[in-house]
């Protein structure tokens, strides 16, 4: 599998109710960052790790979104945005950004208001097990009282999602390599969440799911203790992405 035969979906898409009160008129992933908006520095890390196509599903404030990515000019990479009418969670806007898109060799999916500077090589070759059906990336954490955990077997198999515990512990960064025949298994057009409802389906189900593990930086700007430091979490990690 090569990255070229893979589609990134961001989720972009949230009402960021806890820090709405910092960005009026402006959504969560579009907070001002070291120059540019969050989103656009995911944008660029996907670009960075050869990523040509990306959609950005969008909700709250739509408008700003796909009005600044009309403008901006990242090369080699194809962008496109597509507006949930109604929210549809983190599953349901990524089913809804996929409608009429060509089936790639897999569908990567990350969270427009989170990064993590992690290589993707491993994650990728994951799916060179015909066997796997999914791929979860982790981020090893001293302190992963704030996140959820992966709880995972000795082969890496996703056994379940734990809740906020303190510790050490490898979070969910909230980046999944999907097979598209996982697909078929969901209802369209209806909301969905990721961790609450689909996982723990393709769980039930016997689909076979892996996690992969890495220490990397990673920074979640959702929460007004989280957003200011996104400007050093950028500039310190600048010389990772495509300025």
Known sequence: MTNDKIIAVVLAGGYGTRIRHLLPNVPKPMALVAGKPFLEWVVRY??????AKIIISTG????????????VSIPDIQIR??????????????LNATIGEPQPDAWLVLNGDSLAFAPLGNLIETLSNSTIDGAILGVSMSDASRYGTLVSDEEEMLLRFAEKKSGAGVINAGVYLLRPTLLDTLPKGVSLSFEREVFPRWLEEGRRLKTRAIAAPFLDIGTPESLPQAEAFIRQNGDRLLL
């Open 60 to 71: 709250y404030l739509g408008e700003v979104i796909e009005e600044h990515f009309q403008t």
């Open 81 to 94: 945005c597509c507006r949930e009418t109604q929210p549809l969670g983190t599953a349901g806007g990524f």
């Open 46 to 51: 996907l670009s960075q790790q050869e990523i």
